[in-house]
């Protein structure tokens, strides 16, 4: 690591080339040949390419392991357009106030998910791989001023529009039903939604009805 050189510009799994800047250099000391070789790599580049379907086995992988320091969490989802490293959604078992920013920082301490730049948590009722329904709660369930959470820390060093190289801010959104002990004083509404009787007798008549 005592030998650098400028490399870059690099079209990145993010879509945009990354920025350039010094590398560690390496020296062959020995070049191998064989028949037939199988060269494991990846192309890159605006989402999603082959690489996406890594990170989403990635995120199937590390979700039991998660469970282990967050007991809370329910299910999480690293949407494609997020890069996986821009934005996690998370939904959890709320038991106390202020649990979903004790879920963000928890997050922000596991190892590579430190560098999530965006991380939303929602109720366990909330399915996190139907990112129309997140947005739904989103943008219903939060007060920006009173939701939504900054913290400064280590970022990935691809992104390109932090302060500095590997060192800038994260947002933490708290989308999850707001309580009283969390000194929310309104009725919080129930959501429009069918019981299961009735969607089953509507299903079993939707052919007679749609004549």
Request: some cysteine; aromatic content about 8%; hydrophobic content about 40%.
């Given at each position: 690591l005592d030998e650098l050189r400028s490399e870059g510009p690099f079209g990145d799994h993010t879509g945009f080339y990354s920025l350039e800047d010094l590398y560690p250099v390496f020296h062959l000391t020995c070049i191998t040949h064989?028949?037939?070789?199988?060269y494991a790599t990846t192309i890159v580049g605006k989402p999603p390419q082959e690489d996406a379907y890594m990170g989403k086995a990635v995120e199937r992988i590390f979700l039991p392991?998660?469970?282990?320091?967050?007991?809370?969490?329910?299910?999480?989802?690293?949407?494609?357009?997020?890069?996986?490293?821009?934005?996690?959604?998370?939904?959890?078992?709320?038991?106390?106030?202020?649990?979903?920013?004790?879920?963000m920082n928890a997050v922000w301490s596991l190892g590579q998910a430190m560098f999530t730049k965006c991380i939303i948590v929602v109720d366990e009722d909330v399915d996190v791989q139907d990112i129309a329904d997140v947005v739904l709660k989103v943008c219903n369930h939060i007060d920006p001023e009173r939701d939504i959470q900054f913290?400064?820390?280590?970022?990935?060093?691809?992104?390109?529009?932090?302060?500095?190289?590997?060192?800038?801010?994260?947002?933490?959104?708290?989308?999850?039903?707001?309580?009283?002990?969390?000194?929310?004083?309104?009725?919080?509404?129930?959501?429009?939604?069918m019981d299961a009787k009735t969607k089953a007798l509507v299903g079993s008549k939707w052919k007679a009805l749609a004549k």
């Amino acid at each position: 690591l005592d030998e650098l050189r400028s490399e870059g510009p690099f079209g990145d799994h993010t879509g945009f080339y990354s920025l350039e800047d010094l590398y560690p250099v390496f020296h062959l000391t020995c070049i191998t040949h064989r028949k037939d070789p199988i060269y494991a790599t990846t192309i890159v580049g605006k989402p999603p390419q082959e690489d996406a379907y890594m990170g989403k086995a990635v995120e199937r992988i590390f979700l039991p392991l998660m469970k282990l320091t967050i007991p809370e969490l329910v299910d999480i989802n690293l949407p494609v357009e997020g890069v996986f490293h821009n934005l996690m959604l998370v939904s959890i078992r709320k038991s106390y106030p202020g649990q979903a920013r004790k879920v963000m920082n928890a997050v922000w301490s596991l190892g590579q998910a430190m560098f999530t730049k965006c991380i939303i948590v929602v109720d366990e009722d909330v399915d996190v791989q139907d990112i129309a329904d997140v947005v739904l709660k989103v943008c219903n369930h939060i007060d920006p001023e009173r939701d939504i959470q900054f913290t400064l820390g280590p970022v990935d060093s691809l992104d390109h529009a932090s302060r500095l190289p590997n060192y800038g801010s994260k947002m933490g959104i708290d989308a999850t039903r707001k309580w009283a002990s969390e000194g929310f004083t309104r009725p919080w509404p129930d959501e429009i939604v069918m019981d299961a009787k009735t969607k089953a007798l509507v299903g079993s008549k939707w052919k007679a009805l749609a004549k």
